[in-house]
């Protein structure tokens, strides 16, 4: 059974770091593309960045570039997300997905993250 | 970035019925068009994906159609069971992008 389950989620001040995880089971982890997308309060989905199985290509929403990286550790079946200088709209549930060809497959249950003062 | 237009944005229809969403991409992005369902408090869940292949064991009754720019999410007879909010998410490129969601309620 796949499964993806996230850590790192908190209430962090403007302007802070926070370091999210995503541990993997259930597949072949370091064949597959993955995913963090988000998901603000009341709000759509926003895919923040992407990571290619061996982590040579990685991708970024323009809103994150600069600020938030992508990594992964296929030894340790596990995906981050590295986010510095956060801002009060950086504020939403993160969740850890798994890439198909065309398709998000499967997701975790979701981090939430909250930038405020 | 390729933008996503989902409509309408709520729709309110009575069990039985037929319920039509709609996806409109900025730019063509051939059949890289997946569904999504997600109930309150829920992750997604995968519907459909290349814009009209059911993920194996879901209903029947939930198909998906077109290519290019303009896509449709239909829910032949709506149960109960379909109350939720569905996003179209475009794959061709990278940042792959949502639509806003369209939240589908019983009458």
């Known amino acids: 059974e796949v499964q993806l389950v996230e850590s790192g989620g908190g209430l962090v001040q403007p302007g802070g770091s926070l370091r999210l995880s995503c541990s993997a089971s259930?597949?072949?982890?370091?064949?597959?593309?993955m995913s963090w997308v988000r998901q603000a309060p009341g709000k759509g989905l926003e895919c923040v960045a992407n990571?290619?199985?061996?982590?040579?290509?990685?991708y970024y929403v323009d809103s994150v570039k600069g600020r938030f990286t992508i990594s992964r550790d296929n030894a340790k079946n596990s995906l981050y997300l590295q986010m510095i200088s956060l801002r009060a709209e950086d504020t939403a549930f993160y969740y850890c997905?798994?890439?198909?060809?065309?398709?998000?497959?499967?997701w975790g249950q979701g981090t939430l993250v909250t930038v405020s003062s | 970035d390729i933008q996503m237009t989902q409509s309408p944005s709520s729709v309110s229809a009575s069990v039985g019925d037929r319920v039509t969403i709609t996806c409109r991409a900025s730019q063509g992005i051939n059949n890289w068009l997946a569904w999504y369902q997600q109930k309150p408090g829920k992750a997604p869940k995968l519907l459909i994906s290349?814009?009209?292949s059911l993920q194996t064991g879901l209903p029947s009754r939930f198909s998906g159609s077109g290519s290019g720019t303009d896509f449709t999410l239909t829910i032949s007879s709506l149960q109960p069971e379909d109350c939720a909010t569905y996003h179209c998410q475009q794959a061709n490129s990278f940042p792959w992008t949502f639509g806003q969601g369209t939240k589908v309620e019983i009458k």
């Open positions: 259930g597949f072949t982890f370091s064949s597959y593309w």
């Open positions: 997905a798994r890439q198909v060809v065309g398709a998000t497959d499967y």
């Open positions: 290349a814009a009209s």
């Open positions: 990571i290619k199985p061996d982590g040579s290509e990685k």
